[in-house]
């Protein structure tokens, strides 16, 4: 069941919205309104907005699939959000509002707003504009617009979807050599090795996409190193919830760690490792990653190494799989599978 709030929480979320009506200063900042109520209806009506909690579970009432979709991927990974909780002014006749946008989702841990649409690109134009005028009129506010494009592939990266079920053709273009790679891998060796000195660094692998970058990253590092694996559920595995299935045989606290990822792309699942380790206090946690993908970032997370970074298409090769496939290429290509989504404009891989 996708979660949401209990009564008794609804009314305070009502409350604090209403006495929070948000209006852009001159400058172009925003700050609470002074007037006692609202210039605009709260979309949706109160009895509508769903907050996920561990403590209560409401029905929701989603206005399209993908937005449930979306729900489910974010309370996988234990991210709280809010469905359309509130309406931020855009144009004004005088004093009345005239334009307002109500974007699908706030993820209010990370401060951010996110705003789907699974339209042609053709008809997404003036979801653009709006976007960029929240942009220009509340500087100090997160908003991401996900395009049809943006959502298949984050539903592909779990077997679902139009991509999840296409036939694959293959690999349309090499991104990277085998050479480019163990060039670039022990350039980031030796980054590590300058880094780490004296400090015996534990590196901890997440199973199964460094099965290739993080033996040969290893054999490039010049100092003494311990090695650890973990690995986690993903979403549509027959868990509700992201979870550890394979833990560390080895204590961390104190140790100096550098988890060793394939690629980065929404950063939800590194946002989920980072707080797992972190709780085991160690005396430093870096991140090394393959590749960076943060055309597809949601949860911005600091990276200390990181040996490319790729354009938003969905990549395979040297360990990174598509549907348990193309693991042992020598390189890093981009897949490109068959359009099954009936017209419109054409979704590109992950």
């Known amino acids: 069941m996708i979660k949401g709030l209990n009564e008794e929480a609804r009314a305070s979320s009502k409350a604090s919205l209403n006495s929070k009506v948000l209006r852009p200063k001159r400058q172009g900042r925003y700050a609470p309104s002074e007037v006692p109520a609202p210039v605009f209806p709260l979309t949706p009506p109160p009895q509508e907005l769903s907050i996920s909690s561990a403590e209560t579970e409401v029905a929701v009432r989603f206005a399209h699939p993908s937005e449930e ?11 709280r959000w809010a469905y359309e909780p509130r309406s931020f002014p855009l144009q ?3 004093e009345r509002v005239v334009e307002m946008l109500t974007p ?4 209010i841990d990370l401060g951010l707003y996110v705003e789907l649409t699974t ?6 134009t003036e979801k653009n504009r709006k976007v960029r005028r929240f942009r220009e009129l509340y500087p100090d506010l997160n908003i991401r617009l996900l395009y049809r494009r943006d959502f298949h592939r984050l539903l592909a990266k779990y077997g679902y979807g139009p991509l999840g079920k296409a036939e694959v053709e293959g690999v349309s273009k090499v991104l990277f050599t085998e050479a480019q790679i163990q060039r670039r ?11 780490y000195m004296g400090r015996n660094p534990i590196l901890i692998g997440v199973l199964k996409g460094v099965m290739c970058f993080m033996p040969d990253l290893i054999r490039n590092v010049t100092l003494p190193v311990s090695v650890e694996f973990l690995s986690i559920s993903y979403f549509g595995a027959g868990s509700d919830a992201v979870k550890i299935t394979k833990d560390l045989d080895q204590q961390i606290a104190g140790r100096h760690v550098l988890m060793v990822e394939d690629v980065i792309d929404t950063g939800m699942t590194l946002n989920y490792l980072l707080n797992y380790l972190a709780a085991h ?7 090394c990653a393959l590749l960076d993908k943060r055309a597809r970032r949601l949860v911005d997370l600091p990276l200390k190494y990181v040996g490319f970074e790729v354009p938003d298409e969905f990549v395979v090769g040297y360990g990174l799989d598509y549907r348990e496939k193309y693991r042992n290429l020598p390189f890093i290509g981009i897949l490109m599978p068959q359009e099954l989504t009936g017209g419109g404009e054409k979704p590109r891989p992950e």
């Open 185 to 195: 891998v022990r350039q980031m060796g030796r980054e590590i090795s300058q880094d």
């Open 281 to 287: 206090r160690p005396a430093s946690l870096e991140v």
């Open 104 to 107: 699908d989702f706030h993820l």
């Open 69 to 79: 979709e979306f729900a489910r991927i974010l309370d996988f990974y234990g991210i």
């Open 92 to 94: 004004w006749d005088g």
């Open 119 to 124: 339209l042609k690109q053709s008809l997404v």
